[in-house]
């Protein structure tokens, strides 16, 4: 008999382990793995990236620790390690966000105002061509009074997917901000918009990174303030040339342009152009009606391949607009629509 527990013991501890960490069903294609604060997408075995909905020093949702297919981290490590990253603004950039620095006078982008994850529409799942997922977020001002709601569906797939393809993983991003309360006013602020810290060996300033952009442009000095479709910062490290995409899609409400800087920040900011494309011009103010919506819609790309292969950038940022031009996200288009 004790021969049989043992035995019973022994299969229920490997049953136990399996379970925490199936290991070889990430083997091929996608999977998610969820924690408390947290959900971790694979990828063909590598972790794409940690999607964090709960951060005690960081008060807004955000992506970290991105890598490519191969396993190349392309965002800053994140805590920054101090001697080899730059370590400044760790808590507002730590590796790809969505916040706003002037939404109805709060800053949600310096962690002033709180962006709380309320739930998930529709929990993580995966299909034979990704990863989605639907939150629902609720922008709090510093008094603890709602700003807004926030609905955001997210779709993670395979680069060899698009047409054509491109090496690398693709994030589709939605959001929809609503209020019933009141006006959204957004400000005339540069750190608005969807941003991203590349990491350290990618940066443009003591790097070996480049920013290219669809409008031609280069580096920071040539694609402040520019309006585009698609942005790429890329750099090599170890004989691999990686980096981040990010595209812009045509049916968002206001043109969109790069707050970018040589030092491995880039933001998209949706808020339309700078009256001039000149460092510190502010962009326009503008105002969304009380019950209408503001929808907006990206697409990241996290690129990795030998230094020696060819790399087009606008082949690349062509395919990722067009997949994210074509793409229809599941946010509902009102609150009477999300599920209960």
Request: hydrophobic fraction near 40%; charged fraction near 20%.
């Amino acid at each position: 008999m004790s021969q049989q527990r043992a035995i019973v013991s022994v299969a229920l501890a490997i049953i136990a382990a399996w379970l925490a960490d199936p290991g070889p069903l990430d083997a091929a294609g996608f999977a998610v793995r969820p924690a408390d604060d947290r959900i971790v997408v694979m990828r063909d075995g590598q972790p794409v990236g940690e999607y964090v909905f709960r951060d005690p020093r960081i008060t807004r949702p955000y992506w970290a620790s991105l890598r490519a297919p191969d396993g190349t981290q392309v965002t800053r490590r994140h805590p920054p390690v101090a001697g080899a990253d730059a370590v400044d603004h760790d808590t507002m950039h730590p590796g790809l966000w969505l916040a706003f620095g002037d939404l109805n006078g709060v800053d949600f982008w310096r962690n002033k105002g709180r962006i709380e994850h309320v739930r998930f529409v529709h929990e993580p799942e995966t299909d034979a061509e990704g990863v989605s997922f639907v939150v629902e977020d609720r922008y709090l001002a510093p008094t603890g009074e709602e700003v807004c709601r926030g609905v955001s569906e997210f779709r993670v797939v395979a680069g060899d997917a698009l047409e054509p393809g491109v090496p690398g993983t693709v994030i589709l991003i939605a959001t929809t901000l609503r209020s019933n309360q009141a006006p959204l006013v957004f400000g005339p602020q540069h750190e608005m918009g969807l941003g991203i810290r590349v990491a350290t060996p990618l940066v443009v300033k003591n790097g070996s990174g480049t920013i290219s952009a669809s409008h031609g442009g280069r580096n920071e000095a040539g694609t402040w303030g520019r309006v585009g479709t698609w942005w790429d910062y890329s750099g090599t490290l170890d004989g691999t040339l990686a980096g981040i995409l990010l595209a812009a899609a045509q049916d968002n409400p206001r043109a969109v342009w790069a707050h970018a800087r040589d030092y491995g920040f880039l933001a998209l900011n949706p808020t339309d152009r700078p009256r001039r494309p000149v460092d510190g011009e502010p962009s326009e103010p503008f105002t969304v009606a009380k019950g209408d919506a503001l929808r907006l819609k990206f697409a990241v790309l996290l690129h990795a391949q030998p230094a020696a292969d060819a790399w087009s950038p606008e082949t690349a940022g062509r395919a990722v607009a067009a997949t994210l031009d074509a793409w229809t996200p599941r946010v509902p288009a009102s609150d009477a629509d999300l599920p209960r």
